[in-house]
């Protein structure tokens, strides 16, 4: 099975700060990754699919990049909004996995 | 719109069974994947199952931790999935949500359109 890990678990950042998200696959997923926020309270929401495919709607200050083993998540100017826990998730085969989460705090 | 809603959540003791049910709206069903995703309170987000569409055989996978006790059906024909849950466990308890699952390959599922969630609590 393809355990996914993210660092950092927690991060707290200012707004305007450009922020990085990592998420580690333990074996190669080409670039079958999902990135998923949910704030607090609510449903996750599907920001990124296939690394660095924008789902609709989502705002330009997000943005993913990798392939292989290592992806990134980039939120290019942090905003009040933005506070939440994000999850990647590979499908490169099953079973499906998430990883641990980070959550994005501002200061 | 796309819609999707669960239900059938609720307290069962550990050993028992409950059904959830998972309706959609908005969306060609049968064209679709249907996944159930569940968290933990306090906790991430963990994988349980999927139902392909028939369209690539309606074959259903599930997480390891769930093999054996719980099963995916639907009825395309109600736009309805059901995730059947025997021998729950405490460990069990969490929101179980309904999603849609994306595909291009039929192989390969991301999830976009996620329903509220229902929260199944297991115990005695």
């Known amino acids: 099975d393809i355990q996914m890990t993210q660092s950092p678990s927690t991060l707290s950042a200012s707004a305007g700060d450009r922020v990085t998200i990592t998420c580690r696959a333990s074996?190669?997923?080409?670039?079958?990754l999902a990135w998923y926020q949910q704030k607090p309270g609510k449903v996750p929401k599907l920001l990124i699919y296939e690394a660095s495919s924008s789902e609709g709607g989502v705002p330009s200050r997000f943005s993913g990049s990798g392939s292989g083993t290592e992806f990134t998540l980039t939120i290019s100017s942090l905003q009040p909004d933005d506070t939440a826990t994000y999850y990647c998730?590979?499908?490169?085969?099953?079973?499906?996995?998430f990883g641990g989460g980070t959550k994005v705090e501002i200061k | 719109e796309v819609q999707v809603v669960e239900s059938g959540g609720g307290l069962v003791q550990p050993g028992r069974s409950l059904l959830l049910t998972c309706r959609t709206s908005?969306?060609?069903?049968?064209?679709?994947?249907i996944s159930w995703v569940r968290q933990a309170p306090g906790k991430g987000l963990e994988w349980v199952g999927l139902?392909?569409?028939?369209?690539?055989?309606?074959?259903?996978e599930y997480a390891a931790s769930v093999r054996g006790r719980f099963t995916i059906s639907r009825d395309d024909s109600e736009s309805t999935a059901w995730l059947q849950m025997n021998s729950l466990k405490t460990e069990d308890t969490a929101m179980y949500y309904c999603s849609r699952g994306l595909t291009v390959t039929g192989a390969k599922y991301w999830f976009d359109s996620w329903g509220q969630g229902t929260l199944v609590t297991v115990s005695s």
């Open positions: 998730q590979h499908y490169n085969s099953f079973p499906l996995a």
């Open positions: 908005g969306f060609t069903f049968r064209d679709h994947a």
């Open positions: 139902s392909r569409s028939r369209i690539y055989g309606g074959v259903n």
């Open positions: 074996q190669s997923i080409s670039r079958w």
